[in-house]
């Protein structure tokens, strides 16, 4: 069993940037697979970012590559998304998850949740 706490919203402005962090309790944490999704206000939850549990691969959605970085430390259980080049679109609550089996962009295949964390990025 892991449990999520994700930190490190908040407000910023266009062109700003914000990191994300995600604290996982479990001894499974290293052999898990994380990933970031977010939720705008009326619209579905979307991928964002996954990394596989030795965080030698990862994997962006097209509207956050190249401005989005996921990364993992498992010596301390966290996971981080670095977010730069932030756009009013970027504006969502921010989900960390974790999944059992090999990342995916797939939120129904993850089994671990945090409680999200709200990004607004001001225009």
Not at 1 to 10: D, F, I, N, R, T
Not at 55 to 79: L, M, Q
Request: charged residues 15%; contains cysteine; glycine residues 12%.
């Amino acid at each position: 069993q892991v449990q999520l706490v994700e930190s490190g919203g908040g407000l910023v402005q266009a062109g700003g940037s914000l990191r994300l962090s995600c604290a996982a309790s479990g001894r499974t944490f290293s052999s898990t697979g994380m990933g970031w999704f977010r939720q705008a206000p009326g619209k579905e939850r979307e991928f964002v970012a996954a990394i596989s549990w030795k965080g030698i691969s990862t994997d962006y959605a097209d509207s956050v590559k190249g401005r989005f970085t996921i990364s993992r430390d498992n010596a301390i259980n966290t996971v981080y998304l670095q977010m730069n080049s932030l756009k009013p679109e970027d504006t969502a609550v921010y989900y960390c998850a974790g999944t059992r089996g090999i990342p995916t962009r797939i939120a129904s295949l993850y089994d671990y949740w945090g409680q999200g964390t709200q990004v607004t990025v001001s225009s």
